[in-house]
C-alpha cells in the first residue's frame, strides 16, 4: 500500500511515522519549499505523548520540552482562582509537554527522512484536488506531474485544499469574536518553573502563558497567548503566520503582574508576533470519501482550547496506521475504520472547545470581583470551581475515542 500525505504539519509527519511502523508507504507534500522551525508553543495531552513514545520519540521530545507540572487560573489582578496538576503530577503515566511548535515540526522531521529516506518529504509541491482513477487515487499538484497512491490523506490544514474540494461549498472559517496575539520570548522562571498560567477573560482581555524550553542561565522561553474579544468587522485573515504588532496588543495587558510574571515586559521583550483570528469550522459528518480523508486542522480545526489542536491530530495519525494496517487490501475500507475510530470523538471536542463552562467561570470571577478579591470562595461556589477542571476533562483531555 502506498499513501500520500498532503501536509508536513505534526499530523502529517506523525502519520507517516506511524505508517512506516506499520509496514506501510508514505510521502508526504507540502506546499512550501523549504520546511523551517516555525510557530510558537504547542502543548502535548498525556495520550498523544503516549503515541510518540510508542514511535520511539519519547526521549527526544522530553529532551525539547517542558514536563507541565500544573494549570493554574489567575484574575487580571494576580489573585488565584483555581489550579489543577497536570500529566504526571496528576497521575497520567506519561507527562504533558510543552514545547516550540517548530522544534517539534523539525524533531518529527528528521525522523521521517532518517526512518523513510530524504525521499519521503517532497517541499514546493502544493496539493490542489484529487480523482479517483480505476482503483487508485491520483493527486493533483501544482506545476507538477499527477501522483498516484492507494490513498491520499488530507493534512494540510485549516485551509485544506483536500477539504475544499470534499466540502466545496463550505465557505470561510467560523469566528468566535476573539482576536489572538501569540509569541515567545525569554523570562525568568514563575512559579514551579513547570507551571501554565492562564487569566483574565476573554469576554475581555485573557492572557495564557508557559515555558517551551527548561530553564538555563536564568531565562526560559515562554510562550504566550493573548485573546481579547474584538469588534465583528475586525475579522482579517485567518493565517496562523500574520505578523501582529506590539502597539496593539499591550495596551490590553498593562500593569499585569501574574505568579510573577511581568505581562508587559514579557511582551516588550518578544522579537515576532504573530495575529490571527480565533476560529474553527462546523464539524462535517464525514471526514472519508473512497480513498482520500481527512486528518488534524483538515479534519477538525478547533479553537486552541484544553491543549487539544496538536493532540487530536496525533490521535488521528496513530488510529490511521491501525486501520490502514488492519486491512492491507482494502484501503478504501481502512480509511472508513479510521474515521468511525476518530470523527465522532474529535467532532465532540472541537463543540466542547466552543462552550467551556471555565470562560463562563471567568467571566464570573471579573463580574462579580472588578476591582479583585482576597478569597475566592467569597466570589465562586464549590460548584462553579469544580465546573472548570470537569470543562477541562470534558474538552477531550482523557483521550476518549481512541483505544490505548
Not at 488530507?154 to 489572538?180: F, I, T
Not at 517551551?212 to 482579517?236: F, I, K, Q
Not at 521583550?269 to 470519501?289: G, K, Q
Not at 475510530?341 to 471555565?358: F, I, K, S, T
Amino acid at each position: 500500500m502506498q499513501v500520500l500525505i498532503a501536509g508536513a504539519g505534526i499530523g502529517g509527519l506523525t502519520a507517516a511515522l506511524a505508517l512506516h511502523a506499520a509496514g506501510i508507504d508514505a510521502v508526504v507534500l507540502d506546499r512550501v519549499t523549504e520546511l523551517r522551525p516555525l510557530g510558537v508553543g504547542i502543548n502535548l495531552l498525556p495520550h498523544a505523548v503516549a503515541v510518540l513514545a510508542e514511535l520511539g520519540l519519547h526521549d527526544e521530545l522530553a529532551a525539547n520540552a517542558v514536563a507541565t507540572a500544573e494549570l493554574v487560573h489567575y484574575d487580571r489582578f494576580g489573585n488565584e482562582i483555581w489550579r489543577e496538576p497536570r500529566g504526571r503530577a496528576a497521575g497520567h503515566p506519561l507527562p504533558q509537554y510543552s514545547v516550540h511548535r517548530g522544534r517539534l515540526q523539525t524533531l518529527l522531521l528528521a525522523a521521517v527522512r532518517d526512518r523513510l529516506g530524504p525521499a519521503a518529504v517532497r517541499t514546493g509541491c502544493r496539493v490542489t484536488g484529487t480523482r479517483t482513477d480505476d482503483d487508485r487515487v491520483r493527486v493533483t499538484v501544482a506545476g507538477h506531474p499527477e501522483y498516484p497512491a492507494d490513498a491520499v490523506i488530507g493534512a494540510d490544514g485549516l485551509h485544506s485544499a483536500v477539504r475544499a474540494q470534499l466540502y466545496p461549498a463550505e465557505g470561510p472559517p467560523r469566528w468566535n469574536g476573539v482576536r489572538m496575539w501569540r509569541g515567545v520570548a525569554a523570562a525568568a522562571p514563575f512559579l514551579t518553573g513547570a507551571s501554565m498560567i492562564m487569566a483574565g477573560s476573554n469576554h475581555a482581555a485573557k492572557f495564557v502563558a508557559y515555558p517551551v524550553t527548561p530553564a538555563a542561565d536564568g531565562t526560559a522561553l515562554v510562550n504566550w497567548v493573548a485573546e481579547v474579544r474584538a469588534p465583528a468587522s475586525e475579522l482579517g485573515e485567518a493565517e496562523w503566520t500574520r505578523s501582529g504588532r506590539l502597539i496593539d496588543v499591550l495596551p490590553h495587558y498593562s500593569g499585569w503582574r501574574i505568579g510573577g510574571l511581568d505581562i508587559g515586559a514579557l511582551l516588550t521583550r518578544t522579537a515576532d508576533i504573530l495575529e490571527y483570528p480565533m476560529v474553527d469550522r462546523d464539524p462535517v459528518p464525514r471526514w472519508t470519501f473512497g480513498r482520500a480523508t481527512l486528518l488534524g486542522d483538515a479534519a477538525h480545526p478547533m479553537y486552541p482550547i484544553g491543549s487539544n489542536g496538536g493532540s487530536q491530530a496525533i490521535l488521528d495519525a496513530a488510529a490511521l496506521a491501525v486501520e490502514l494496517a488492519a486491512r492491507p487490501d482494502d484501503p478504501a475500507a481502512g480509511l472508513a475504520a479510521y474515521q468511525t475510530a476518530r470523527l465522532a470523538a474529535a467532532n465532540a471536542v472541537v463543540l466542547a472547545n466552543r462552550d467551556m463552562p471555565m470562560d463562563a467561570v471567568l467571566h464570573a470571577v471579573a463580574e462579580r470581583a472588578p476591582e479583585g478579591f482576597t478569597v475566592i470562595e467569597d466570589v465562586l461556589s464549590a460548584d462553579e470551581l469544580r465546573a472548570i477542571g470537569d470543562g477541562y476533562r470534558r474538552a477531550g483531555g482523557s483521550g476518549a475515542g481512541f483505544g490505548r
